[in-house]
Structure formats: structure tokens, C-alpha cells
């Protein structure tokens, strides 16, 4: 074997057990130093008789550093670099090999979500116009057992393919995730589409005029008051503004909560229940209303066979869904403007006189006639000729939210 190979291999042994060396240090990080190996391996040159020419082979290895050793936990090996020459009479090659035991750089942490943020991880809300069915059971065909109204914020139970368990206050069971939208999403959607409101903490709670301890107080709130919050004015970290008496006030920060205003689901039977109660107390409050009321009898007037259709259609379009004291009190308003004297003396010009009755200058009383008016409105009609008024004397009407005064039948108050 030539000294040349002899060589070569006593430097390919030493950079072995450079190798072997640092892996070493690395897996004893947790108990000790690091320890610096240095191996060198020289062959001196020797001359050839033959030839008369040198050949040797130097192999140097040079230190390894260790860098940054802060205690047994951190450990880095920073570098190892091996210098192999070869000289001859013909040429010089130089060889340069790193170690390096790769520490892993530290990645930066993605930002941390808020307190609203995590909460909303495990949420959603139905992306709809109206509601959105809860069944009992993942499946088209289960039955309906309750409804996610538009605004109905649900906590996710377990999510699945097409399907998704969920609890909002007393409704569990499945919605279709098809139109729902979940976790941050279901967040911005409830930011851009629901009020956000803020809600009293402390009795006597003062809203102020400007966000300043020294602006006016407007008045005082008692707890458990919920303000909107004006989302559009400029945002403080003491003060909330607030929308009150359709201006923007302000309160204190510290003495409110504020959330958006969301709803839970409703089960089906708690939805027929609050129907029957609606349903009860307009029931009661009209027929408080029609009791209050004095009924005049005046004296019949003569109407023919078209006069009365179209008395009744006017009816239906103005009081088709009132009770039948609401529909016989628009009549009676259409009855008394005819014996007035300040309106025409005739049924059909009262009804189409300008700007009067809205439903017959669109056509709609037209369309009721040539469908026949309903039964109840027939009835209330003839009433109405017959000479009863339970308006007492009203020549107008209008929506009784309006707070106008007179005597209210119904939706309806008649002055």
C-alpha cells in the first residue's frame, strides 16, 4: 500500500472520530460541558529514490469551538474544520469540511387570540334569512325539534361531514353546516350584521354628553339597563359610547359589558307557546279596546249589490286581518265621511277620491272584487250601511303605534 493511501486513510479515520466526538457532546447535553476533540494525524514526507520527487501528505485538523454553552440545557457545537492537504511535485489540493450540530431557530409565535376570539372557537351561527331547522338527529327526514333564528348564536357539540351537533339554550340536536358559518368566521359575521350592546353593571350609572368626567350628565341608568352601543364613534379605553335618545352619549368603561346581541334557539313547543300567548294577549287587548268603545246606531243607508262589494273589498284591503270589530269600524269611517257634508256624498267617490284611500288608487281594491271579498268583510260591510259606527264619528284612521290620539280597535286608532 503507497504512503499517499496510507495517508488518506488515517485523515478519513480522524475526521470519523471528529464526527463521532460531536455527536457525543450532543447527546450528553442534559449532563455535562462539552468536551473539544482534537485529533491530528501528520505523515512526514519521505523521498523516492526512483523518482527522485516528494510526495507527503499533511492532514491538520483544527479546533473545534463550542459556542454559547449557558448552562446544561443549551448546547451548540458551532463548528469543526479539517484542513487536508496533499503536496506533490505537481499539485496542491485543499479540502475544507464543516460539522455543525443544527440547533433549531426558534420560531415566532403566531399572535394569541383575544378572550372574544377563544370563545367564539367553539361556536356558530345560521347563515339565513329567517330560521334555520334543528333536528333530532343528523338526518333530512328527523324530526324538527326546535329552530336557530337568524341571530341564534349555538355551541358546537361535535362537528361532522355535512352535519353539526349543537346546544343553544334549551335546543339540542343537528343543524346542516351548509348553512351555518363557525368559529372566527361566525365572529366577523356577527360584528358586521348584529348590534353590539353594552350592558349596566351599577345602579345609577350617569351617560354623559361627551367621554369626559367633566362633560354633562344626560341621566342615570339602573342595572341591568342595555344600551346600544355606537360602534361608529371613535373608540376611548374609559369610555363606551353609547346611543341614547338617538344621539351618541357616553359612559364609563369600567361600570358596563359589552357584547353583541345575539339570541339562543327556541324549541318547537316553546315557539307554539309563545304564539298562543301573543295570540291571547291581542285577543284580550282588543276586546278591551272594542268594550271602551260607544257604538252609535245611525240611520241605514241604501246600497246596491256593487256598492256593498266594494265597500267590503275596501275593507279587506285596509282590515282584512283585523279582528271583525277593526273591519265593521272601516266601514263605519267610509259611511260617515259620505253623510258628512265634507266629503263626497257617494261610496264609490269616497273610496277613489285622491290621495284617501292608497289600496284603491293601486288597484287593489280592484283585484279584491274580481276575487270576491271574504265573508267577514261582507258582513262588516252591510253593518257599516245598516248604521253602526263603533268609531264615534271618525272620519280617519291610521296605525295605532303611531300614538295618535282617538279610539283604538284592533292595530287600528280611528279619530
Known amino acids: 500500500m503507497s504512503l499517499k493511501t496510507r495517508a488518506m486513510q488515517g485523515t ?14 450532543v447527546a450528553k447535553r442534559a449532563d455535562c460541558a462539552a468536551e473539544v476533540l482534537v485529533v491530528s494525524n501528520r505523515a512526514a514526507a519521505e523521498t523516492n529514490s526512483v523518482t527522485g520527487r516528494t510526495a507527503g501528505v499533511v492532514a491538520s485538523l483544527d479546533q473545534i469551538q463550542n459556542e454559547a454553552f449557558q448552562g446544561l440545557e443549551t448546547l451548540s457545537v458551532a463548528h469543526t474544520k479539517a484542513d487536508l492537504v496533499t503536496a506533490s511535485e505537481e499539485n496542491t489540493e485543499t479540502v475544507e469540511a464543516y460539522m455543525q450540530d443544527p440547533i433549531p431557530e426558534e420560531q415566532p409565535a403566531e399572535d394569541a387570540l383575544s378572550e372574544e376570539e377563544l370563545l367564539w372557537e367553539n361556536r356558530l351561527l ?5 330560521f334555520l331547522n334543528v333536528r333530532e338527529s343528523a338526518d333530512e327526514n328527523a324530526p324538527i325539534i326546535g329552530k336557530l333564528y337568524k ?31 363557525f368559529g372566527q368566521e361566525a365572529l366577523a359575521y356577527a360584528s358586521e350584521n348584529f348590534e353590539t350592546e353594552a350592558e349596566i353593571l351599577t345602579d345609577g ?38 346611543i341614547y335618545g338617538g344621539n351618541t352619549r357616553y359612559v364609563s ?5 359589552t357584547s353583541i346581541a345575539l339570541g339562543t334557539g327556541i324549541t318547537i313547543e316553546e315557539e307554539q307557546a309563545e304564539l298562543r300567548r301573543l295570540e291571547e294577549e291581542r285577543a284580550a287587548k282588543a276586546a278591551s279596546q272594542v268594550t271602551e268603545v260607544t257604538t252609535i246606531q245611525n240611520d241605514a243607508i241604501a246600497a246596491s249589490v256593487d256598492e256593498v262589494t266594494l265597500l267590503a273589498a275596501i275593507i279587506q284591503c285596509e282590515a282584512g286581518s283585523e279582528c271583525y270589530e277593526g273591519q ?3 266601514g263605519a269611517v267610509v259611511m260617515n265621511r259620505v253623510r258628512s257634508g265634507a266629503y263626497p256624498s257617494a261610496i264609490y267617490d269616497v273610496i277613489y277620491q285622491p290621495n284617501q284611500f292608497p289600496p284603491a288608487g293601486k288597484g287593489y281594491v280592484a283585484k279584491v272584487i274580481a276575487n270576491g271579498p271574504m265573508d267577514s268583510c261582507i258582513q262588516a260591510a252591510q253593518e257599516a250601511l245598516n248604521g253602526t259606527d263603533n268609531t264615534g264619528g271618525a272620519t280617519r284612521f291610521c296605525r295605532a303605534s303611531t300614538g295618535h290620539a282617538g279610539v283604538v280597535i284592533g292595530n287600528h286608532v280611528f279619530y
Open 205 to 242: 350609572l350617569r351617560i354623559r354628553s361627551e367621554a369626559s368626567e367633566d362633560s354633562s350628565i344626560i341621566t342615570v341608568v339602573a342595572h341591568g339597563t342595555y344600551l346600544q352601543v355606537d360602534t361608529d364613534a371613535e373608540a376611548t379605553e374609559d369610555w363606551v359610547a353609547v
Open 253 to 257: 368603561a369600567e361600570f358596563v359589558s
Open 328 to 330: 265593521v269600524a272601516v
Open 151 to 181: 341571530g341564534d348564536v349555538a355551541e358546537i357539540v361535535e362537528t361532522g361531514e355535512s352535519w353539526t351537533h349543537i346546544v343553544s339554550g334549551n335546543v339540542d340536536g343537528y343543524v346542516r353546516n351548509d348553512y351555518c358559518v
Open 12 to 25: 478519513a479515520i480522524a475526521v470519523s472520530l471528529v464526527v463521532i466526538g460531536a455527536a457525543a457532546e
Open 126 to 130: 345560521p347563515e339565513v334569512n329567517e
